[in-house]
């Protein structure tokens, strides 16, 4: 099966720091998708990344996919409490499924 | 209103109860999932949906069943329930249109579950 791994599990940052996250496949993949939850909330789309050497950015937060396809990462820049959550990136290896990482865990501090 | 809604939000139920868990979306999908949550665990895939005739398992799929009694609804059932069920359940939905690797999925807010 498709597997994910994301790295860190948790992470605390003080309130103005960067941070990165990174999530890795075994396979190469056809799109990596990032999600965000707020604890105990449904998740929130965050970007998509489909093509190698991809970078978006949103606000505060940039994502990229590697030139193989099969290692992502994000980073936010200068983060706020409101940044605080879960992390969670997925990936639809064929049409049939859609497996997400086991996600990181943010807090921020004020 | 949401466009994926998720009924109930909270549940708290004994061992042995059948519980189900309803989602409807209003985004026009027709692809449909259900996954379960547990502690650091991310999201595990319990049962999707690609139409009202097409329904496969998961990851996890024992002890769970569903229905999709329409496009816009999909429904998951524990016929038993045990306390190793206890967990936050999100209903999710995507457009097969948009493609591989183009396939985001919209969730709903979830279902906790507590088997007592």
């Known amino acids: 099966s498709q597997e994910l791994e994301q790295s860190p599990q948790s992470l605390i940052v003080q309130e103005g720091k960067n941070l990165t996250i990174n999530c890795t496949s075994s396979?190469?993949?056809?799109?990596l998708y990032w999600y965000k939850q707020k604890y105990g909330e449904g998740l929130i789309f965050l970007m998509m990344?489909?093509?190698?050497?991809e970078e978006k950015s949103h606000e505060k937060i940039t994502a990229k996919l590697d030139e193989k396809k099969q290692q992502s990462s994000l980073h936010i820049t200068a983060s706020q409490p409101s940044h605080a959550g879960i992390y969670l990136c997925?990936?639809?290896?064929?049409?049939?499924?859609?497996?997400f990482g086991s996600g990181t865990k943010l807090n921020v501090k004020p | 209103d949401a466009d994926v809604t998720q009924t109930p939000r909270n549940r708290i139920t004994k061992t042995g109860k059948r519980i189900m868990l309803e989602c409807s979306q209003t985004?026009?999908?027709?692809?449909m999932y259900w996954y379960r949550q547990d502690p650091g665990l991310g999201l595990r895939l319990i049962y999707y949906?690609?139409?009202?005739?097409?329904?496969n398992k998961g990851e996890i799929s024992d002890g769970y069943s569903v229905s999709r009694q329409a496009q816009a609804k999909f429904s998951l059932s524990l016929e038993s329930a045990i306390p190793n069920q206890t967990a936050l359940y999100f209903c999710?939905?995507?457009?097969?249109?948009?493609?591989?690797?183009?396939?985001?999925?919209?969730f709903g807010a979830g279902s906790r579950l507590t088997v007592l």
């Open positions: 999710a939905t995507s457009d097969r249109r948009a493609g591989l690797g183009a396939n985001v999925l919209t």
């Open positions: 396979k190469t993949l056809y799109g």
């Open positions: 990344l489909q093509k190698g050497g």
């Open positions: 997925g990936a639809d290896p064929d049409f049939n499924k859609f497996y």
């Open positions: 985004k026009g999908h027709d692809r």
């Open positions: 949906s690609f139409d009202v005739k097409d329904i």
